[in-house]
């Protein structure tokens, strides 16, 4: 086998790579998750969490997200950039738009017969899943029928979408994806205030903010000279390894849908309210994972898949490790503070229209016991894309098929049996068998890898999650006695003055115990100023 060594000043050039697009997409995906929260603000206002028309647009919208992340989605990302990459890099650009137009073709056509049979049995799998809830709130029912039905429209929109964003990170464009979901996200916000209170104003702009989503990223494919054919096969050899590839992807993100749609289902029969609860908490804490989480993941993900292709495995490990620690740096402080901050953040957040104090303690509930997961998954996109580069997209599948399992049972288990005796209101205990179960998986992962690449610089990878750990914790606990003493005016100046505080205490303390990673940062910054 091949090897090939690269020298310091590559590796260091790899890094650099990585952050400065991660800055990029990082960025965009600020904005993308600041607008995800107006969104939800602007749902809450005007319905309350224990609304019948919350209750029905979350349970509607759920299905044609999953028919979207399954059918195309993460699984063409994963899939579909390495053979894609692999015809530019054979300096073959005629055959990777061939392939691009055979999958676009292909994703359309299945997410449109999938939404279609998804359309005509809509009020078979309402009534089968969610039997409880209806039972208890007839006029449920139709509500959430007519939402699912005509948002069954944007997984066929999203199909598309993916494939192109998909196309455009792998020839390292960047910023018109990453500007995507701002665009849906306002088609959504635009929807609600202009059809409240109806509330098929959220279904309606969802369809036009997944038209948004797509038309935004045309510009890039025209900076790319993409070329489009009306072509249909799967007997191109592109083709087949594509589909080869995402088949256990496809089967991956069924079982991260799963979770979701699991815990929706045991949370139906607990007080109304609190499958809302959960989705807003599950959002909250999604928001710093996709700015730094996912950031780092599609900026990284062309040089792991470039540096198994050069058979650089060494070099592979290190760039990994390193991004890992890069994952850690952001992810500890951030999960800690999600926690001691949890009632204010929202409140600011949410606590107004119809959203109610009562709604904020629902909220701050989950977050609780969701905050940690956020380590874990932003932790996932490294080490899946991972695997996914070494061309092994069975492993993620394996152990996400594991995971669930556990989740269930561990959820049910806190749900059913530990938080009723303690007086806990039981969502919480779906929330921590969920983040109970993402650690297991992280775990399984790096062990997994670990074994396939012969070793990874474990010892650098635990060095810096004690000393990360250490100090956030020491952040967490100077942010709670400033949450427990400081009087603020509001709830914004007060979350600023302590996220500023407790952020300088984090890089104090990091710098103290000799973190590499600020360095490393502050120097791409000079750099970025400097020119």
């Known amino acids: 086998m091949a090897f090939h060594q690269k020298e ?3 590796r260091q050039s790899d890094q650099r790579r990585i952050i400065q697009v991660a800055t990029i997409v990082g960025a965009a995906f600020l904005v993308s998750r600041l607008l995800g929260v107006v969104r939800d603000a602007t749902i809450n206002y005007f319905y309350n969490i224990d609304s019948l028309e919350a ?3 979350l349970i509607a919208s759920r299905f044609p997200e999953i028919i979207f992340l399954i059918v195309a989605g993460g699984a063409i990302g994963s899939a579909f950039i390495p053979v894609f990459s692999g015809y530019f890099v054979r300096e073959d650009s005629t055959g990777g738009w061939r392939l691009f137009s055979s999958i676009v073709n292909l994703v359309t056509i299945i997410a449109t017969v999938t939404a279609t049979i998804a359309f005509i049995f809509t009020p078979l799998v309402v009534e089968t899943l969610y039997p409880d809830l209806i039972s208890s709130n007839p006029e449920l029912r139709d509500m959430t ?12 929109i999203f199909g598309i979408s993916g494939v192109v964003m998909a196309s455009l990170n792998a020839r390292q464009h960047f910023l018109l994806p990453a500007i995507a979901p701002s665009i849906y996200n306002l088609g959504i916000i635009i929807g609600a205030i202009l059809f409240a209170p109806n509330i098929m104003g959220l279904a309606i702009g969802a369809v036009a903010g997944a038209i948004g989503h797509l038309l935004i990223q045309i510009p890039g494919l025209i ?8 072509v249909v096969t799967i007997a191109d050899p592109g083709v087949r390894k594509v589909l080869k590839l995402m088949f256990p992807r496809v089967l991956g993100l069924s079982f991260g849908q799963l979770n979701h749609l699991v815990i929706q289902l045991m949370a139906q029969s607990m007080v109304l309210g609190s499958i809302p609860a959960l989705t807003f908490a599950w959002r909250i804490m999604i928001m710093p994972q996709g700015i730094f989480g996912q950031a780092l993941a599609i900026a990284a993900f062309p040089t792991f898949a470039t540096l198994a292709a050069q058979d650089d495995l060494d070099e ?3 760039i990994i490790v390193d991004t890992l620690r890069l994952i850690l740096f952001f992810s500890l402080p951030a999960a800690l503070l999600l926690i001691v901050l949890r009632q204010p953040l929202v409140s600011f957040l949410f606590e107004r229209g119809q959203f109610d104090a009562d709604s904020t303690s629902f909220v701050a509930w989950a977050l609780l016991f969701y905050a940690m997961s956020l380590v874990g998954l932003a932790a996932i996109e490294i080490i899946s894309r991972a695997f996914y580069a070494l061309e092994d ?4 599948v394996v152990v996400g098929a594991l995971q669930l399992t556990a989740m269930w049972l561990i959820s049910y288990w806190l749900a059913v049996t530990v938080f009723p005796e303690l007086g806990f209101l039981q969502f919480g205990g779906l929330a921590l068998g969920y983040t109970i179960s993402t650690i297991l998986e992280v775990i399984m992962l790096l062990w997994l890898l670990n074994r396939r690449l012969e070793g990874l610089d474990g010892a650098r990878l635990l060095d810096g999650f004690w000393k990360m750990g250490t100090a956030a914790i020491v952040m967490a606990l100077i942010g709670h006695f400033l949450f427990v003493q400081l009087a603020a005016p509001n709830p914004f100046l007060q979350l600023t003055l302590i996220l500023l505080v407790s952020g300088f205490i984090y890089l104090v303390t990091c710098l103290i115990l000799r973190v590499s990673e600020p360095q490393q940062l502050l120097f791409y910054l000079r750099r970025r100023i400097t020119g």
Do not use: D
Request: net charge positive; proline share 12%; no cysteine.
């Open 8 to 10: 310091p000043g590559a």
């Open 55 to 57: 209750n029905a647009y």
């Open 145 to 156: 029928i007519s939402l699912m039905r005509l948002m069954l429209i944007t997984p066929i």
């Open 223 to 230: 900076l790319v000279k993409a070329r489009y054919s009306p």
């Open 316 to 318: 592979l490990r290190k």
């Open 393 to 396: 997209t069975w492993t993620p």
